[in-house]
């Protein structure tokens, strides 16, 4: 092989690696600038109105900027224990349940936001939800990694005022527990999504409750984009 024949393979190897750093870097740069909004879905009943609902208000939230990605977390048929007076990020971590499936996601550092979704039961949050907000507890050490994160919530019950406004209410009260910022909805859900499951289950009938969800998720996509910075 020629001396020009190794020069040229060896500029182009170099071109190639200039070339190939700079997309990284740009890819990386991209990676960076994604918000994620992640909603978690805490019904027992895996696919069903709550996570519907969720699915709504997170389409919402993703029109808003491109820059937003969404994720949804269905809790359904998981096991999630609560807090046994433990609070430690190391002891949460070493929990065995299913915590652990969705903990990646939520250590991301893109996640910008989140929304949480529960039925009411008897006008209180499932038992799934209040495990899942003790298991939050591990972005409390060594950093309140929470604190100033947009949240917002919602709530489906079979009557139309099944308590949904409490339900947000106490998944609300418990983020500021974890520095969280509280985002409503607006219009006629200003605390925000409250659903009535009302058609055999197909949540995409109540067109008020649907609204109020998708009303939601621009909110929240909003507070994402300030939070980014």
Do not use: H
Not at 163 to 171: D, F, H, S, Y
Request: hydrophobic share 45%; net charge neutral.
């Amino acid at each position: 092989m020629s001396k020009e024949l190794t020069r040229r393979a060896l500029l182009a190897s170099a071109a190639l690696g200039v070339a190939g750093t700079a997309a990284a870097q740009d890819a990386a740069t991209k990676e960076a600038d994604k918000v994620l909004v992640v909603g978690v879905s805490c019904s027992p009943r895996k696919g069903m109105t709550t996570a519907t609902a969720m699915a709504a208000a997170l389409e919402a939230a993703k029109g808003v900027d491109p820059r937003i990605t969404t994720e949804l977390i269905d809790l359904g048929g998981m096991k999630i224990l609560g807090s046994d007076g433990n609070s430690s990020a190391q002891a949460v971590r070493e929990t065995d349940d299913d915590f652990i499936k969705v903990l990646p996601l939520l250590d991301s550092p893109n996640l910008c936001a989140m929304i949480i979704g529960s039925p009411s039961y008897y006008r209180s949050m499932s038992s799934l939800c209040k495990a899942f907000l003790e298991k939050l507890a591990v972005f409390r050490e060594p950093t309140m990694r929470l604190a100033d994160m947009p949240i917002g919530a919602l709530s489906v019950a079979s009557n139309r005022n099944g308590g949904q406004e409490l339900v947000i209410e106490q998944i609300l009260m418990a983020m500021l527990s974890y520095g969280a910022v509280i985002v409503g909805g607006k219009g006629k859900g200003p605390l925000g999504a409250t659903l009535w499951n009302a058609f055999d289950n197909d949540i995409t009938r109540d067109e008020l409750g649907m609204e109020s969800a998708r009303n939601l998720g621009i909110r929240v996509a909003e507070a994402a984009l300030k939070y980014k910075g």
